[in-house]
């Protein structure tokens, strides 16, 4: 658990949670201090000595970005690439595939937005066929069915671990066992869940994964990471490569490197990469069984207190549930209760949230007769005192509005 004491020393260490009520976190969260006084101080360095010779005194501090994501998520240093975004991560990996037509992609109805856009590109384009895995009674990745779908022409499972627009884990767990035993590659979007839950790669058995460094991490913008299991990195050439990537060896050949860092690119967001590296090790010393832990008590609490105001009604699917907490106000024929207008009347009170809708949820939200939510994603640093706000501010916005 996370003593009074620590949180109060994790709070001082957020110095916006004394002004705003941050419950955004699925979208960009708040970062640590130590992160920010990072990237003040590299960028001094950089304003002074320019970014060639900064990174060179500096090297130590961006390496460290990779002994961090692995320490973070159980794997070794070699099967961690730095890339600028989750959806960049997961794109590298996936145009990897070389599919041929007939071959099977088994995903699921609530994947993110762009991880369609890409299916239906190399569905396009290679013949590969998409198949939506449905969902169980809870709304989560049915496995049985999943297990069902398993056949000679499933070449990937990719899956998303937690919904971008809603609080449902899936089973990544039971999903990486029917990988496993099939022996079928296994992609898991943790762009949600790395920073949230304790993501352990070999625990889960995926192969690859990706993550952000601006949700849950607590990292900066322009960040992200890709994890590839060493047994797939010599078996996928990444869609585009550059002289970071493979060795040029005459105006004929090219050898590509041999670890997970075939799948970056040379010029990078140095200092960004410094800092995410320190936003990961700050998540690991918290401990992130504990930072689940609260999260998902938190998470809970916020769920039943919107559910006791009369007019809100909490959407989250799944058995398992996470700290993205997605709702919406009855009834929605009025501008009143209308997502935005309740982003809005929150921010006025400095209160963040998103809204999810559009592409992100799109699959999702069609299947379930949705348009959109409002999503307040709860964090660690987040308080009880947080939670009973929020829930009374909402009442009182509503109030104010069918009033
Ligand atoms: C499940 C999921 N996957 C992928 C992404 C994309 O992440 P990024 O914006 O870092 O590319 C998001 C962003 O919200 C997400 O929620």
Known sequence: MISKEQLAQLRAETPACSEVLH??????????????????????????????????????ESEA????????????????????SATRAWDLVFYAFNFKPGDRVLTSLADYGSNFVAYQQQAKRLGVEIVIVPNDASGAVDVQQL?????????LISISHIPTGGGLINPAQKIGDIAKAANIPYLLDACQSIGQLNVDVEAIGCDMACGTGRKYLRGPRGTGLLYVRKHWIDKLEPPMLDQHAADLIDAQSYR????????????QNVPGKGALAI?????????????????????????????????????????????LVTFHCEPQSRSQCDAYAIKQALAQRDIHVSVSEG?????????????????????YFNTDDEVRRFADTIA????????
Request: glycine share 6%.
């Open 23 to 60: 419950f955004d976190n699925a979208g960009a969260s708040l970062m640590p201090k130590p992160v920010t006084d990072y990237l003040h101080d590299y960028l001094r360095t950089e304003a002074h000595y320019g970014g060639y010779r900064t990174q060179a005194m500096r090297h130590e």
């Open 65 to 84: 970005f990779y002994s961090a994501a692995a320490k973070l998520l159980n794997c070794h240093s070699d099967e961690i690439a730095f890339c600028e």
């Open 147 to 155: 297990q069902g779908l398993i056949d000679e022409r499933v070449k």
């Open 256 to 267: 590509l490197r041999s670890d997970a860092r075939r799948f970056e690119a040379w010029e």
């Open 279 to 323: 936003a990961m090790n700050y998540a690991h010393e918290i401990g992130m069984v504990k930072i689940e832990q609260r999260i998902r008590a938190l998470a809970t609490d916020l769920r039943q207190q919107l559910n006791a105001i009369d007019g809100v009604r909490v959407m989250d699917e799944g058995h398992e549930q996470c700290g």
């Open 359 to 379: 592409s992100g949820s799109l699959v999702n939200f069609q299947h379930r007769g949705i348009q959109r939510l409002v999503r307040a994603s709860v964090h």
């Open 396 to 403: 009182q916005v509503i109030a104010v509005d069918s009033a």
